[in-house]
Nanobody, 117 residues
């Protein structure tokens, strides 16, 4: 079955770094637009970063210069490198994939990121 499996979340101090991974089965991520969302308790889900099959990237203003989304097509995996983490980055982070706008979005299970001293 089609699955996106996320890993790499955890507890870090402010200023620290984490790298989230999203590994796919049943689909080739290289031909999908990939997105990272996050949702903090009591807040709306927020689009954090995206990358198209052509390699272009976009980031929400609050993470520009700190987060980087990338792909390893040989491993069928997408990453979110998060540096200079802030308490405001605390959230459940979700991987999302979509090939065409008329096709359904695919979601991972989410991974918790907590930034606290």
């Amino acid at each position: 079955q089609v699955q996106l499996v996320e890993s790499g979340g955890g507890l870090v101090q402010p200023g620290g770094s984490l790298r989230l991974s999203c590994s796919a089965s049943g689909l080739m991520l290289s031909i999908y637009t990939m997105r990272w969302y996050r949702q903090a308790p009591g807040k709306q889900r927020e689009l954090v970063a995206s990358t198209t099959s052509g390699g272009s990237t976009n980031y929400v203003d609050s993470v520009k210069g700190r987060f980087t989304v990338s792909r390893d097509n040989a491993k069928n995996t997408v990453y979110l490198q998060m540096d200079s983490l802030k308490p405001a980055d605390t959230a459940v982070y979700y991987c999302n994939a979509q090939r065409r706008i008329w096709e359904p979005e695919l979601w991972g299970q989410g991974t918790q990121v907590t930034v606290s001293s």
